[in-house]
């Protein structure tokens, strides 16, 4: 069982930056694939980022591609989110999620950080 734990939302004004993380426990980290998902108010769960399990290979969604950089530490058990240019429309509560390479689903989920961007 991997439990996942969020930290670094915030409120910061349009054009700001922040740096969300996730940490792992419970599991091999190096095994799983993570990702950034978020959930604005009244809208489903959207994809943002993920990483592979060597943190070589990434993807975007197409509205943060450029401004969103996903990262991750195996050795800190840690994955990261650099939000740069950030957009009120980027306001959301922010999901880390944990997907074993040898599954197609995310199994595991953390409780969610609140990100607001204000105007």
């Known amino acids: 069982q991997v439990q996942l734990v969020e930290s670094g939302g915030g409120l910061v004004q349009a054009g700001g930056s922040l740096r969300l993380s996730c940490t792992a426990s419970?599991?091999?980290?190096?095994?799983?694939?993570m990702g950034w998902f978020r959930q604005a108010p009244g809208k489903d769960r959207e994809f943002a980022a993920s990483i592979n399990e060597g943190g070589r290979s990434t993807n975007y969604a197409d509205s943060v591609k450029g401004r969103f950089t996903i990262s991750r530490d195996n050795a800190k058990n840690t994955v990261y989110l650099q939000m740069n240019s950030l957009k009120p429309e980027d306001t959301a509560v922010y999901f880390c999620?944990?997907?074993?390479?040898?599954?197609?689903?995310?199994?595991?989920w953390g409780q969610g950080t609140q990100v607001t961007i204000s105007s």
């Open positions: 999620a944990a997907r074993h390479y040898l599954r197609a689903v995310y199994d595991y």
């Open positions: 419970g599991g091999t980290f190096s095994r799983y694939t």
